[in-house]
């Protein structure tokens, strides 16, 4: 650390790495099939990815700290990329090393999401920039509501964090969050949690989180594919 640095030093600005796939039949969104096919699944997942990124881009007006996005992406870009966001194709490998090659692409401070929560939005991931900047914080925690995580935020996203923070960390599970938070205790890092969210593996999962984002691309491409599936919403517990 160089001298009259300080550890607490806030960013000037942050990373929003979107981690995602390219939405194709048969690839994105598999889950979602059946009541969906996976024509649907695909065109559902392009909107849920066009929403998450049009709300990183949007969030970047933020001035202190200002946030960058960048899609860290599996397959081919589309039309579907807005102009301006920078892209890297994801590494090769389980999900641990592409989450810590996504990290240390990012090349400093960093807030990591995927395209699960189309409901995001730009001031959420403002809220979540300004957690990870507070004095005293290293990382960040967001619990999806199903057991896992939204949103995985380092404030020094070092190689012997990256290479460590996933690794043999189950994921898709009822626990992958808590594991996740085990995980930042082992690792020393003080870190704080975000709100919680709902993430879209099944269609059920779509039509509640298209409730909670009208007017998103999202929520008129979940309400097309029901009209023509003619799927009615699981009641609620």
């Known amino acids: ?8 030093d806030a960013p000037a600005c942050v990373r929003v790495i979107v981690l995602a796939k390219a939405p194709m039949p ?7 099939t059946p009541p969906c096919t996976p024509a649907d699944a695909a065109a559902i997942a392009q909107a849920a990815l066009e ?20 899609l860290a992406l599996d397959g081919p870009a589309g039309d579907w990329l807005p102009p301006g966001i920078a892209v890297v194709a994801q590494a090769p490998g389980s999900l641990s090393e592409r989450i810590a090659a996504a990290f240390d692409a990012a090349g400093g401070p960093a807030l990591l999401i995927g395209m699960d929560t189309p409901q995001i939005s730009p001031a ?14 290293d990382a960040v925690l967001g619990p999806a509501e199903d057991g896992g ?15 460590s ?11 992958t969050g808590d594991a996740q ?57």
């Open 1 to 8: 650390m160089r001298r009259n640095q300080r550890r607490d």
């Open 26 to 32: 048969g690839r994105s969104k598999t889950r979602l």
């Open 51 to 70: 929403d998450t990124l049009r709300a990183a881009e949007q969030a970047s007006d933020s001035p202190m700290p200002r946030l960058s996005p960048m």
């Open 124 to 137: 959420c991931l403002r809220s979540a920039a300004a957690a990870l900047t507070t004095p005293g914080c």
């Open 149 to 163: 995580w939204w949103c995985l935020g380092l404030r020094r996203p070092e190689p012997r964090i990256t290479r």
């Open 165 to 175: 923070i996933t690794r043999g960390v189950a994921m898709s599970t009822a626990q």
């Open 181 to 237: 938070h085990l995980r930042l205790h082992a690792l020393g890092l003080r870190h704080s949690f975000l709100p919680s969210m709902r993430d879209v593996d099944t269609f059920d999962d779509a039509l509640a989180v298209a409730a909670l984002a009208p007017g998103t691309r999202f929520a008129a491409t979940t309400a097309r594919v029901r009209e023509r599936i003619g799927h009615a919403a699981a009641p609620v517990a």
